[in-house]
């Protein structure tokens, strides 16, 4: 089922979503951006793991090629990369295996096509060159087309200790019901609009599910298929570059990263209605809401420091969002807000997440 996608911002992805089934590519630097803020956290957040690259396939995507170089450095003790058969995806999809796999003796030309792979890299230096790199990758047919649903893959879900990829959009939910269920460390990219989700914001709610470093100021880019750039609206895709842009996707992940621990600077309730720079609450002050107990605040960085009650915050709160200060509430649907919608005077308002100041300890 495909996400109600709104108009504006969010119309490039609906381009995306109506083209290839989300046939995109990640950047190596947006990998590398994201992993190296869980390593400035912990830099043995991938030691003595094994790593799952799911909907993946080395021979085009940078997420198997980037651990396999950092396979030692990082102490990773198994990683695992599937592909998705070429036979499941979009027809007009090209295809052409590659000479790694032509090459290789347990080349099957049908199964080429049919089968999704899986290449494993152990701490084996396969080739004996001296360095345990992707040139020591081992690949065979998996048994399935590697549909991450599968059980052949679920059981690779099972061994592994994190996850992390690119998914499919059109089945994210499924996607993260699936790590959830497995109780595996994460991190992937989708669209921010996931946080609002019935089956995700309790997740968020709960401190199991948070934005990750992000991209650079939240501009992604991605390689597509060549025949994939007529699907892209005007703008988003970029014939020098061949790139795809989009400005609403983001990384999620449920591994510690040092942002989630900086406290949002604020100043008090007196100081933001002196000195806000935002003249709904410049000498206005807050409002209340008609069918909720807590004021509103139009912007993250009007939120007092003072405030003791709940406050309703815009989504991209969460960007920002210290756990450490403060708690997470609810939102409108999981606070059965009348209508699902906070109102101030009679006035709908956008989607909004109620926080509440952690107590000083
Ligand atoms: C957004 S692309 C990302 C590819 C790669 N992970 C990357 O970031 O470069 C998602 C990939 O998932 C594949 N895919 C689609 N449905 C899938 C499924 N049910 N199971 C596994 N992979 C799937 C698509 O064919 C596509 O190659």
Redesign the pocket.
Known sequence: MEEPVSEGKNSNLAAARASK??????QWVDIEREMNAYLEYDPDVFRGKVIL?????PE????AKFFALHFSDYGIKKLISTS?APN??PADIPYQPTLFETESPQFDKQKTFSHGKKFVLEDKDVNADGVVNIDDLQWVYLEGD????SDE?TALRNEADIVI?????S?IREFIAWLVEGKVAFSF?GPQSTLSYKEVFPLVRDGKFWIGKGFAKGDSYFRIPETAKTDYAAGVYDPATQLVHFRNLTWFTNIEHGRRHEPLKLMTMADNIKHSKHKQVRAVGYQTYDNFDAIEIPYTDAIPSDFEGIMGVPISFLEKHNPDQFEIVGNEYSLNLSKGRAYVQGQRKFARIFIRRRKAQ
């Open positions: 089934n989300g046939e995109f590519y990640t690259l799911p909907c993946d396939d085009w995507s940078n997420f998705y499941s995806k590697g549909d991450f649903r893959i990829t690119n998914p499919p959009f089945l990219i």
